[in-house]
Nanobody, 127 residues
Framework: QVQLVESGGGLVQAGGSLRLSCAAS????????FAWFRQAPGKERIFVAA????????FFTDSVKGRFTISRDNDKSVIGLEMNNLKPEDTALYYC????????????????????WGQGIQVTVSS
């Protein structure tokens, strides 16, 4: 049974930081491509960041470049998302997504490319 469990969300003031974690189980973690997506009320789910299987390539949507960092710890089977200089526009439900067996260099920003999803965790940034 594959499980992706997000943690670390909460309420923070604009300019602050949060670190999200995604604990994965039930899959070959080191052979899995991971991403973070987010969805604000009334809006579409959008791509935020991704990391390839060996951790040497990362990808970010333009709105978070320079502020967010994605990481992976293959020993602990955890994906991290460090979010700095948060803005009210970052307020959303954040989801961890996993694609097993390959790197998604062409379709990694598309929700349907992923095999597994977490339940989501709320991040709220106040002004």
């Amino acid at each position: 049974q594959v499980q992706l469990v997000e943690s670390g969300g909460g309420l923070v003031q604009a300019g602050g930081s949060l670190r999200l974690s995604c604990a994965a189980s039930g899959l070959a973690f080191s052979n899995t491509y991971f991403a973070w997506f987010r969805q604000a009320p009334g809006k579409e789910r959008i791509f935020v960041a991704a990391i390839n299987r060996d951790g040497h390539r990362t990808f970010f949507t333009d709105s978070v470049k320079g502020r967010f960092t994605i990481s992976r710890d293959n020993d602990k089977s955890v994906i991290g998302l460090e979010m700095n200089n948060l803005k009210p526009e970052d307020t959303a439900l954040y989801y961890c997504a996993a694609a097993e067996g390959g790197d998604l260099y062409y379709t990694g920003n598309i929700s349907r490319a992923y095999d597994y999803w977490g339940q989501g965790i709320q991040v709220t940034v106040s002004s």
